[in-house]
């Protein structure tokens, strides 16, 4: 990360404004990078930004390299010609993501697009697209992989007949001449996909805006990367999981979280010089300025939960790869501009391997209080080196947190802000601002003052997740003057 004192926000990019049933990478994303660099701000910090599976989920996605179609701007594929210059989506909800009725009619609009595309023959546009195709490694694994998948109606892929699920050789050249169209339209979108974030990148650079990534150290079982890559999971010959990645009973959940995620066969990946891992760190930092590696802690030791099992209470620690992994990251590709999430179930041995490569770690200021002066995501505890956080995309708004404690407990939370109690949100941001944390992000949601309605992720709620968004007219006039007065005055502005 940059050195010195910053702050930047949090906001996926699905939670933009704009008319297409969903935020895209389009003219409301560079007005929302404008409105960082009005602030002062140095950082926007998104989700993972792959094609969504399970929930809707960006943590549980059919692929860990690629992006997600439905954050793609049609508005920018008409003036392109793919499409003709007109609304694609009709009478959307504005303050809402509707997955159920968005995915059909944009995809719609998208195949409309890619045909159009086809059928223009040799451009320069069309030897751009050849060129992504030859130039990405990972890309035809994944298009056939959708292909096959909606070949088989959606399911699973260890639902598929066994001559697609567990792929040899020839099976894998027959399918691909077989589905050509379906996998020619999959490599369409991730082109555009792929071409729409490096404008809008490139457009963030130049406003000063570096964006912070976000990596989940597990992926979906049903992704392409678990299908293509069985030999580097804990799998049985059929392709089934015997373990399954969470957590422990935690300050989210009293049974812990079964995220149901396959678990890694550290011991074939050492022998394979952790390839796919490379390959994966690569692709993301050239998409992003600095990644945060998501559950941290596992890279260390992991919650294995024999398989079968209906929740998280009884599993195990196993060992992870430690420094061996990160020493051959950084043998591979030089320094990582990594944040350590290191929240939950932090021991010694986490701590060590964190600091060994100079990672900052997160402080959460929802998690500050209620134990006692010693906590340690009181902000008279930071050191300099950590990233300062009011909440994450798992909490609560600040305002729907600070409405939701006790009495007794907002009573703590205001004395050790010196708050009158009128503006505690604000109180506590100011708190974050101030402290020693060389990096601050907060929350969009906070920064506008929401309550609870506005909160993106409900960890352990299977439905109605990921779906907010923010409108314009959200924003007052001050607010652009008033946070660059804030971060100046805290010697954090851009």
Sequence with gaps: MRKGRSCGVLLHPTSLPGDEGIGTLGDNARLFIDLLAGMGMSWWQVLPLNPAACGNSPYSAFSAFAGNPLMIDLETLAREGDLPLQKHTGDVAVDRVDFGSLIPEKFKSLNCAAVNFFASGRTSRMEEFWHFCDTTPWLHNYALFMSLKQRYKGKSWHQWPVSAALLDAVSFEKASVELGPEIGFQKYLQWQFSRQWGHLRAYAAAQGISIIGDIPIFVAYDSADVWANRNIFLLDGRGRP???????????????????????????LARQGYSWWVERFRYLFSQFDCIRVDHFRGFEAAWHVPAGHKTAAHGTWNPGPGRHFFDSLISALGPLPIIAE?????????????????????????????????????????IKHCVAYTGTHDNDTSAGWYAGLPVREQGEVLEYLGSSGAAPVEDLIRSALSSVADTVVIPFQDLLGLPSTARMNVPGRADGNWEWRFTWDMIDKEMTSRYRRKLNLFGRSL
């Design 242 to 268: 015997t373990a399954m990645a969470g957590v422990p009973p935690d300050y989210f959940s009293n049974t812990g979280q079964l995220w149901g995620n396959p678990l890694y066969d550290w011991e074939a």
């Design 342 to 382: 290191d929240l939950g179930v932090i021991t010694p041995d986490v701590e060590a391997l964190r600091d060994s490569y100079g990672f900052p770690g997160m402080k959460i200021l929802q998690f500050a209080f209620g134990s006692g002066p010693q906590n340690g995501y009181l902000p008279h505890n930071y």
